[in-house]
T-cell receptor
Framework: GENVEQHPSTLSVQEGDSAVIKCTYS??????FPWYKQELGKRPQLIID?????GEKKDQRIAVTLNKTAKHFSLHITETQPEDSAVYFC?????????FGKGTMLLVSP | NAGVTQTPKFQVLKTGQSMTLQCAQD?????MYWYRQDPGMGLRLIYY???????DKGEVPNGYNVSRLNKREFSLRLESAAPSQTSVYFC??????????????FGDGTRLSIL
């Protein structure tokens, strides 16, 4: 089955800095890669996703890049704000299920 | 439009008790999923239902059973609860599965403690 590795497990940045979270996957047939943000005690919420026929996608301060050859994808957050503090999960869609990474706790200090 | 609704939100059980977690979605989605979330482990799939009338095991199915009652509802049952099943349980739904590029939408979760 699919295996998703996510790094780092924790990331601390100063407000205004950029943050990058990286994920690798194992199933070369996976074709959909969503990113979820989960605030403490809340549900995971989709923040951005990318499909396998696209190399990069941007939505305001958030961007995701995908390298299918290397089987890795990354989340980039620019101009971080304290409200970006949360746990972020990457995921890869295989035959019929999403496989999630273990999450990255992002802490943005004012 | 409520999205995905889970009940109950909190529950405490004693070892050996049984319980059913309920999930309903109002987005006319075909596929539904049950995950458990433990600290440092991310979200792990317990069971899923790709379409009404079908269910399949996920990564961690032992100790659980599911029922896809109709297109809207997908329940998770613990027949004999064990302390290792203490977790936060999330239900999710999506249009389709099978190498799909459709996002999954999550409910608010059920926080389950087993003593």
């Amino acid at each position: 089955g699919e295996n998703v590795e996510q790094h780092p497990s924790t990331l601390s940045v100063q407000e205004g800095d950029s943050a990058v979270i990286k994920c690798t996957y194992s199933d070369s047939a996976s074709n959909y890669f969503p990113w979820y943000k989960q605030e403490l005690g809340k549900r995971p919420q989709l923040i951005i996703d990318i499909r396998s026929n696209v190399g990069e996608k941007k939505d305001q301060r958030i961007a995701v890049t995908l390298n299918k050859t290397a089987k890795h994808f990354s989340l980039h957050i620019t101009e971080t704000q304290p409200e970006d503090s949360a746990v972020y999960f990457c995921a890869a869609m295989g035959y019929s299920t999403l496989t999630f990474g273990k999450g990255t706790m992002l802490l943005v200090s004012p | 439009n409520a999205g995905v609704t889970q009940t109950p939100k909190f529950q405490v059980l004693k070892t050996g008790q049984s319980m059913t977690l309920q999930c309903a979605q109002d987005m006319n989605h075909n596929s539904m999923y049950w995950y458990r979330q433990d600290p440092g482990m991310g979200l792990r799939l317990i069971y899923y239902s790709a379409s009404e009338g079908t269910t399949d095991k996920g990564e961690v199915p032992n100790g659980y059973n599911v029922s896809r009652l109709n297109k809207r509802e997908f329940s998770l049952r613990l027949e004999s609860a064990a302390p290792s099943q203490t977790s936060v349980y999330f239900c999710a739904s999506s249009w389709t599965a099978s190498y799909s590029n459709q996002p999954q939408h999550f409910g608010d979760g059920t926080r389950l403690s087993i003593l």
